[in-house]
C-alpha cells in the first residue's frame, strides 16, 4: 500500500522556527515534494528531494532520508503569512504523485 | 497570465447529470495531471497524461470518470452521472517535464480548480 503521513496541525510563533516531519511507504520512489496550500487556494512549489539530505531554499529547508522513508519541512523566521497547510508529495513509480493530506500550520502573534 | 487555467470555477449540479471541466496547462509543459480534494485532505490522484497519452489513471476511478488531452495541450475531464460523493475541488496540474525520471523539473504547477456541487 502507499500511506503518507504528516501531523494534522502545528502551532508555532512567529519569528520562531519549526518543524514538520512526513513519514512515507510507498511501492517505489523518485522524489519527494513540499507544497505550500493557503486556504481556498491552489498548492504552490516549495521544495525538492531525491536525494538523502538537506536542500535549503531562503526560510525554507527541506531534509530527506530515504532508508527511513522519512522527511521534514523547516521554515524559520516565521510569519503570518507562512499560516498555511503544508504538503508531503511523494512521486512513485513514474510521475504519479501521492499527496499527504497536509499539516495546517497556525501561526500566532 | 500564463499560468495553469481551468474553466468553470465553480459547477452546481445535480445528482444524475454529466459535467466537464477544462484544464489549459502552461503552454510548454507536457505533463498533465488531475487531482481531486475534499476538505482537510490532500490531492487525490486521479490520472497524468504525457503529451496526449494517458499513462496512468487511479484505481480509486470508477468507469464514471474518463479524461481526454486530444491534442497533448488543453484537457478536458468528465464525470457521467454525477453523485454526491463527487463533490470536491478538482485540480489540474502542468509540468515541464525533462528527461526520463523525475526532478525539480517535474515541479507541477496547479491551477486555481473547479469546485463541483452535487446536489
Known amino acids: 500500500g502507499q500511506n503518507i503521513d504528516q501531523p494534522t496541525e502545528m502551532t508555532a510563533t512567529e519569528g520562531a522556527i519549526v518543524q514538520i516531519n512526513c513519514t512515507y511507504q510507498?511501492?517505489?520512489?523518485?522524489?519527494l515534494f513540499w507544497y505550500q496550500q493557503h486556504a481556498g487556494e491552489a498548492p504552490t512549489f516549495l521544495s525538492y528531494?531525491?536525494?538523502?539530505g538537506l536542500e535549503e531554499k531562503g526560510r525554507f529547508s527541506s531534509f530527506l532520508s530515504r532508508s527511513k522513508g522519512y522527511s521534514y519541512l523547516l521554515l524559520k523566521e516565521l510569519q503570518m503569512k507562512d499560516s498555511a497547510s503544508y504538503l508531503c508529495?511523494?512521486?512513485?513509480?513514474?510521475?504519479?504523485?501521492?499527496f499527504g493530506a497536509g499539516t495546517r500550520l497556525f501561526v500566532k502573534a | 497570465d500564463t499560468g495553469v487555467s481551468q474553466n468553470p470555477r465553480h459547477k452546481i449540479t445535480k445528482r444524475g447529470q454529466n459535467v466537464t471541466f477544462r484544464c489549459d496547462p502552461i503552454?510548454?509543459?507536457?505533463?498533465l495531471y488531475w487531482y481531486r480534494q475534499t476538505l482537510g485532505q490532500g490531492p487525490e490522484f486521479l490520472t497524468y497524461?504525457?503529451?496526449?497519452?494517458?499513462?496512468?489513471k487511479s484505481r480509486l476511478l470508477s468507469d464514471r470518470f474518463s479524461a481526454e488531452r486530444p491534442k497533448g495541450s488543453f484537457s478536458t475531464l468528465e464525470i457521467q452521472r454525477t453523485e454526491q460523493g463527487d463533490s470536491a475541488m478538482y485540480l489540474c496540474?502542468?509540468?515541464?517535464?525533462?528527461?526520463?525520471?523525475?526532478?525539480?523539473?517535474?515541479?507541477?504547477?496547479f491551477g486555481p480548480g473547479t469546485r463541483l456541487t452535487v446536489l
Open positions: 497524461f504525457q503529451n496526449e497519452a494517458q499513462l496512468e
Open positions: 503552454s510548454e509543459h507536457n505533463r
Open positions: 510507498t511501492s517505489g520512489f523518485n522524489g
Open positions: 528531494n531525491v536525494l538523502d
Open positions: 496540474a502542468s509540468s515541464l517535464g525533462q528527461g526520463a525520471q523525475p526532478s525539480s523539473y517535474n515541479e507541477q504547477f
Open positions: 508529495a511523494v512521486t512513485s513509480g513514474g510521475f504519479k504523485t501521492i
